[in-house]
C-alpha cells in the first residue's frame, strides 16, 4: 500500500519504551486492519543510533478482543523466529493509549506493490523469489509453525530485494505431531484468493499443506498478475476453489510463462496429500536448468530487469 492512501492520523512525533529506547517516527510505510507502520530511527538515551526500523502501530480504539487475540499469536509466534527471509521481531511495547510492534524495515514495499507497478515478473525473478518463500516456509514448518495467510501482500521487500515473510496475525503454532491431529484447525482464515480448497470443507482441518498450496498460488500469481481462482466475488473464488479448475492464459506478452512453471504450479494445486513439501518444490526442474539470479535489483519495482 502506498504511503499517499494511507489517511490515518500521524503517530507521536517520539515514542518510548519503558527501558528508556525511544523512536523518532518518519513517513508511512503501510495501513493494514489493524496497524499502520511508519518508518522510525531508533534513539538510546537521546542519542541517534542510525537504525531505521518499521514501527507497527497497534491503535487501541480497535475492538479490544480483536486485537487482543490477533497480536497475542502475532508476537507469540514472531519473537521467536529467525531466519533471513522472515521479518525480523524485535520488540514491542505500549505507549500512551497504543501498542507498538518494532520490525526489521523492509524498505522495498511488498510484492503485491511490485506486482501493481510490474503486472507480472520475469521467470528469474519468480525462480529467486519462490525459493526464499520456500527457505521460510521450511523453517517455520520444522518448527510446527504454518503461517496461514501467505500471499504476496504478506510478502516483504528488504533493501536489497530479499523476500521476508511478515505478519504473523493468522499463523498457527502446531505443537507437536501428535497435538497437531487434534488441533488440525476448523476455522475459516485467509484471503479467498490463497486459500487451500481443504479449508471450505466442513469439519475438516487443515494444517501445514495449506502454505504449500499458497506457494502455488504465489508462484501463478507472480506470472499472471492475478491469481489462478481470481474471481470478483468471495462466492465465486469458492465455487472455482472447490471445482479445482484454473486456467493459464494464453500465451502472450501479457503473461510469463513457462512449460516448467505451469508444472510446477499444477504440483501444487492438487489435494493437499500430494502437495510437495519445500525441498521438493526447490528441486523442482523450474529451478534447475534455469537462471536464478544471486539479486534483483531495486529498479525491478518499476520495470523489468535484463537478464543475461
Ligand atoms: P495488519 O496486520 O494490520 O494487516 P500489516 O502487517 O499488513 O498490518 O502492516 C500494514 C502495512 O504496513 C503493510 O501492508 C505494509 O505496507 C507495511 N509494513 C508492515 N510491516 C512492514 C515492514 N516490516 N517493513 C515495511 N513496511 C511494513
Redesign the pocket.
Known amino acids: ?1 502506498s504511503s499517499s492512501s494511507i489517511h490515518a492520523d500521524p503517530p507521536p512525533p517520539v515514542v518510548t519504551e519503558a527501558s528508556g529506547i525511544s523512536y523518532v517516527t518518519g513517513s508511512a ?7 499502520i ?1 511508519h518508518r522510525a530511527e531508533r534513539y538510546d538515551s537521546n542519542r541517534p543510533t542510525g537504525q531505521i526500523v ?1 514501527l ?1 502501530i497497534v491503535k487501541s480504539q480497535m475492538e479490544p478482543k480483536k486485537l487482543e487475540q490477533k497480536f497475542v499469536t502475532e508476537l507469540q509466534i514472531h519473537s521467536k523466529l529467525t531466519h533471513p527471509n522472515i ?1 525480523t521481531f524485535y520488540r514491542a511495547f505500549s505507549f500512551q493509549t497504543s501498542t507498538y510492534v518494532v ?4 524498505s522495498n ?2 510484492l503485491a506493490d511490485m506486482l501493481k507497478k510490474r503486472r507480472y515478473l520475469t521467470l528469474p525473478e519468480i525462480r529467486r523469489l519462490v525459493i526464499q518463500v520456500c527457505g521460510a516456509v521450511k523453517y517455520l514448518h520444522h518448527r510446527h509453525i504454518v503461517h496461514r495467510d501467505l500471499k504476496t ?1 504478506n510478502l ?1 521487500l528488504d533493501h536489497n530485494m530479499n523476500v521476508k515473510v ?2 504473523f ?1 493468522l499463523a498457527a503454532l502446531l505443537v507437536t505431531e501428535r497435538e497437531m491431529e487434534v488441533r488440525r484447525r476448523t476455522t475459516m482464515c485467509g484471503t479467498p484468493n490463497y486459500l487451500a480448497p481443504e479449508i471450505l470443507e466442513k469439519g475438516k482441518g487443515h494444517d501445514e499443506k495449506v502454505d504449500l498450496w499458497a506457494i502455488g498460488v504465489i508462484a501463478y500469481t507472480l506470472a499472471v498478475g492475478k491469481a489462478p481462482f481470481h474471481a470478483s466475488t468471495k462466492e465465486e473464488i469458492y465455487k472455482k476453489l472447490r471445482s479445482g479448475t484454473y486456467t493459464w492464459p494464453e500465451l502472450s506478452a501479457t503473461t510469463n510463462q513457462s512449460a516448467d512453471l505451469r508444472d510446477l504450479v499444477s504440483s501444487l494445486l492438487v489435494p493437499e496429500e500430494q502437495r510437495p513439501l519445500p525441498d521438493m518444490i526447490v528441486s523442482h526442474q523450474f529451478f534447475r536448468v534455469a537462471y536464478v539470479p544471486e539479486r534483483i535489483p531495486e529498479t525491478a519495482k518499476e520495470k523489468p530487469p535484463v537478464w543475461p
Open positions: 500500500m510505510l503501510g495501513k493494514g486492519g489493524f496497524a507502520c518499521a507497527k521479518v520490525l526489521e524495515l523492509c514495499g511488498s501482500g516483504f511478515g505478519d496475525g
